[in-house]
C-alpha cells in the first residue's frame, strides 16, 4: 500500500484542464516537499513541479510554467497539480512524490516516497 494516493488524471480534449490530485496516508507529509514528475514511455521521469512545506515556494518546468498550478492543503496531507491548457505531449503518466528534505526539488533522485500514478490522455 503507498503512502501517497494520485487521482484526477483522465481524458482531456487538448485545450482543455485538468486538475490530479495526491493525498498522502500520513500526517508527517505536511511538512514534506511535494513534486510531481511525469513518465513518457522509454523516458527517463521529468520534473514538472514542487512546492514547499508551507506553499509558499514553487517551482516549474519550463514545459509547464505558466500553464500548471502546484499548490497544497496541508490541513488535508494533499497536493494538486492545476493544468491548464493542456497538449498533447503533456499526456502521460503523472506521479507525485515527498521527500523531508531536497537540496534539489527537480531532482526525481532526492525524492523517498511516491505515488502509484495517475493517467493522463489528451485528446485533439
Known amino acids: 500500500q503507498g503512502r501517497l494516493v494520485e487521482s484526477g488524471g483522465g481524458l482531456v480534449q487538448a485545450g482543455g484542464s485538468l486538475r490530479l490530485s495526491c493525498v498522502a496516508s500520513?500526517?508527517?507529509?505536511?511538512?514534506?516537499?511535494m513534486g510531481w514528475f511525469r513518465q513518457a514511455p522509454g523516458k527517463d521521469g521529468e520534473f514538472v513541479a514542487a512546492?514547499?512545506?508551507?506553499?509558499?515556494?514553487?517551482n516549474y518546468a519550463d514545459s509547464v510554467k505558466g500553464r500548471f498550478t502546484i499548490s497544497r492543503d496541508n490541513t488535508k496531507t494533499t497536493v494538486f497539480l492545476q493544468m491548464n491548457d493542456v497538449k498533447p505531449e503533456d499526456a502521460t503518466v503523472y506521479y507525485c512524490?515527498?521527500?523531508?528534505?531536497?537540496?534539489?526539488?527537480?531532482?526525481?533522485?532526492?525524492?523517498?516516497?511516491w505515488g502509484q500514478g495517475t493517467q493522463v490522455t489528451v485528446s485533439s
Open positions: 500520513e500526517r508527517t507529509f505536511r511538512s514534506y516537499f
Open positions: 512546492i514547499n512545506w508551507s506553499g509558499g515556494s514553487t
Open positions: 512524490a515527498a521527500d523531508p528534505d531536497l537540496r534539489n526539488v527537480r531532482n526525481e533522485e532526492e525524492y523517498d516516497f
